[in-house]
């Protein structure tokens, strides 16, 4: 397919196939869309950083969006319910304890593992003939003409040339695309860095997900499947190369001193690995014929567990607001602006709280943490506010695509 001739077309050209890119093709591709997807690392699973051992806490929305792409039943049997969420904070008072019962609900959504839910996604693409697979291979240029985006690739045979109506930018934090549109980002670096891994703790933890801040840090522990968990610990980076170093046993006991009894004694761990911790934020998610979306166009703390899942309502009011225009042009200025204009509120509000937790409980001032506990008590007492928190947390908040609500899509007029 290298090599001169006609420039193979597609109506979009994903670039970047982790979660969020590999997530928006089995979401177009079943609409009609022709779909290229470019990816620079191998589709090996064990070569993919986005598909590797870290567990995800997909929200209830995020579930329902797997469950409408065809994703969600190869995943199903191997994620586990959360069925309370409880929120401490190390050595002050004050304890929120979430019920999705109070909202009349079973769960707040599904803990998986990233691995999995990658092998998962690469299946089900291999189903769909609408998408190509582009793999390995960096995009090298990007030219618009008016009509369409021409993307200029290299591949192992050379270089390719394809173009596409749309061109949406997947390619996580550190985008190419977005550097080569010379598309500015805000940025903070944390100067914390998540240590992750598998416990298994000495009680079970019956669906119960649990995030306790730290002054280093959140400690979230994660309910996984049989009796293991999954623990993302940030800490400052001095302190995440100490860990990184313990042995399994000293890690353990010093996780569970850092945790609290509720759990009972650490007892076994599996491979820890660390993620350096930046929000990184474009300043814009369009740009002529370009959506930015998922990690490239907003990275955020771990807190909350809301990284992918905001990507995944980026995917599905992408895919709702092209399923609308039926039969238009993927790349069209009024598909941009109406995509863009629908999404700034929910990322304006997820970056803002999990930016504004992250520093609110690293504050060590007498008023950062009277306000914390003066915080974690309301929600304590009152239901209403517990509920407003759950509601976030299962993914609904503002206007929310028909994905999310478990409805479908129709497909484009031929
Ligand atoms: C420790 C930790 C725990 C987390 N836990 C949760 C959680 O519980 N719940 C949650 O919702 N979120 C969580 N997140 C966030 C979540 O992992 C990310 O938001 C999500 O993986 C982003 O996916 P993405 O596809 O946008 O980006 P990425 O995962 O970064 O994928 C980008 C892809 O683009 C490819 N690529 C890069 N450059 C190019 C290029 N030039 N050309 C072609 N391809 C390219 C890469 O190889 C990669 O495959 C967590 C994050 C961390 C660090």
Redesign the pocket.
Known sequence: MSGSGAMDSFDVVI????????CLACTLAPLGYSVAL????SREVGD???FDD??????RS?CAILQGIGVWPRIEQHATPIRRIIVTELGRPGRVELDPAETGLSEFGH?VE?RRFGAALIRRMEQEEGIEIICP???QQIERTGDSVDVNISVDAGLRRIKGSLLVA????????RRLLDIPTREHDYRQT?V?CNIVPEVHHAGRAFERFTPTGPFAI?PHAGDRCGL?WSVDREAADRLMALTDDAFLAEARERFGDELGAFQRMGRRSQ?P?RLVRATRDTSERVII????AH??H?VG????????RDVAVLAEVLATDRGGDPGAQQVLRRYSGWRRPDHDTTIGLSDGLTRLFSNPSWLASSLRSAGLIAHGLFPALRRRLAAGAMGYRGRVPLLARGESLRARQP
């Open positions: 670039v970047g196939g982790g979660l969020i890119g590999s470019i990816e620079a690392v993919q950083p986005s870290r567990t995800l806490a997909l929200s995020s803990v990233a291979a960096t995009v997947a390619d996580g934090a550190f985008s190419t695309i998540a992750i994660l993302v993620y911790l979306l998922g990690n490239a990275a955020i771990p567990a809301q990284g992918f899942n905001l990507g995944c």
